[in-house]
């Protein structure tokens, strides 16, 4: 903030933005409340960017510089090899630092405006609309160097190649008997009602249930193809406990049961190698429902992955060939999400991703129905709106804080 004084008159400005001018005993009370917020962005106490992580954004930025010199003193003498290795680092480094430097640029913008006004606050004459128009710029302010700090840890925490891509869903009821298919159910339309609403193809893949034509599910298989699918729903992967009372219940009892989510990568031929030596393919007559396709042909396909001993059985459709590349796309997927959990046990083994068993104690998120509360039990996050969360309106939101509160998460290793 600066002060122009015109006259016997004084206008305020403060970043972009100047307000209509001032009596000069105004002043002190302006200064006042631009003062005594007692949330200094610079020193903030929600911040982001702390401790360990904020010295390693200063050594980045020190050896930015140190890279820049010497490529400006020796570009003639120095080797290709040692040439292409400085372009290299320096492009890794520039998103991070530059944004690292608007960061300190912000800081000193607020600081160098404390500093010079800090003197002129004596006295408190109030001016609501002013000090209304001041406490939004705070807000701004306060806005862009949050901004700039989720730029600089998303730089600085390595990203998972596979948040980028499509996804495999998988829908099971645990315990609580129907009212856990019924359940299963309603967690089937929520993904589907979100994948419509971000454009994604939604594709079942197999389905003991009768869905989606009616309400109760016994086992769901999803492709969902699309841009960031494993991204947003990889935080679904576990245990939903769910309790209301049930339709059937004629004593208005609160039921607990639960559902098991899992999120797999769809992993691509070049993301894992599946060899056909490696495959053993199992062909047998489906069961159903009926049909002239049922127990009459050779349709039902079940491939065994024999390194890991995965297993994929495949049945829904009436050509044998259909039945077989579906399941292949669900066995890849299941193969290297296997692979990716291996490797993630050995980099971090307090990141185990596993859905448990379906027990009610092994919960991640609960939806309760008589109170209208969903808790992320992970974070200890509590939004309301049960049937909104289930009609995929306000998931978003969902997925919004469980990743903010993961990025928390990454920033605590990156100090470890």
């Not at 010497?70 to 630092?97: D, H, M």
């Not at 160098?112 to 109030?126: F, G, L, M, N, Y």
């Not at 001016?127 to 705070?138: C, F, G, K, T, V």
């Not at 998972?160 to 298919?181: F, H, K, N, V, Y």
Request: proline share 3%; with cysteine; hydrophobic share 35%.
């Amino acid at each position: 903030m600066w002060l122009r004084q015109t006259g016997t008159r004084i206008s305020a400005v403060v970043g972009r933005r100047s307000w209509r001018l001032c009596q000069p005993s105004q002043l002190p009370r302006l200064c006042q409340r631009f003062y005594s917020d007692g949330r200094d962005p610079a020193h903030a106490t929600d911040t982001l960017v702390t401790g360990k992580v904020e010295k390693r954004l200063q050594d980045m930025t020190t050896r930015r510089s140190a890279l820049v010199q010497e490529l400006n003193q020796q570009a003639n003498t120095l080797p290709p090899e040692r040439l292409s290795a400085i372009s290299k680092e320096l492009n890794e480094l520039e998103t991070v630092v530059d944004t690292f430097v608007e960061l300190q640029d912000a800081r000193k913008e607020y600081a160098e405006a404390q500093s010079a006004h800090a003197e002129a606050c004596r006295e408190a004459v109030r001016d609501h609309e002013l000090e209304q128009m001041l406490a939004d710029e705070l807000d701004d302010i306060r806005e862009r160097i949050r901004q700039h700090e989720r730029v600089v840890i998303s730089a600085l925490v390595p990203p998972d190649p596979a948040d980028a891509g499509s996804a495999i869903l998988e829908i099971r009821p645990g315990t609580g008997g129907d009212e856990a298919a019924l359940f299963a159910g309603d967690m089937f339309r929520m993904y589907q009602r979100y994948a419509e609403l971000k454009r994604w193809k939604f594709e079942v893949l197999s389905a003991t249930g009768d869905l989606p034509r009616t309400v109760k599910a016994s086992e769901v298989v999803t492709s969902i193809s699309g841009k960031s699918v494993f991204g947003n729903l990889k935080f679904e992967s576990g245990v939903h406990r769910v309790q209301r009372v049930p339709e059937t219940e004629r004593q208005g009892r609160v039921h607990t049961s639960t559902v098991t989510i899992a999120i797999l990568p769809q992993a691509t031929e070049v993301d894992v190698e599946i060899r056909e030596s490696d495959l053993r393919i199992d062909l047998y007559r489906a069961s159903g429902k009926g049909g002239q396709h049922v127990n009459t042909t050779d349709s039902a396909v079940r491939i065994t992955h024999i390194p890991t001993g995965v297993v994929v059985a495949m049945q829904d459709e009436r050509s044998q060939h259909k039945n077989k590349a579906k399941a292949l796309k669900v066995l890849r997927a299941r193969v290297y999400e296997q692979e990716r959990q291996k490797a993630a046990t050995e980099r971090r083994s307090a990141r185990n991703q596993q859905i448990g068993s379906g027990m009610r104690s092994e919960k991640i998120r609960t939806y309760n129905f008589p109170q209208n509360r969903i808790t992320d039990h992970r974070y200890n996050y509590t939004m309301h709106g049960v049937d909104s969360l289930l009609g995929g309106e306000s998931f978003q939101n969902m997925v919004d804080a469980l990743k903010q509160q993961d990025e928390i998460s990454s920033i605590s290793a990156l100090e470890e």
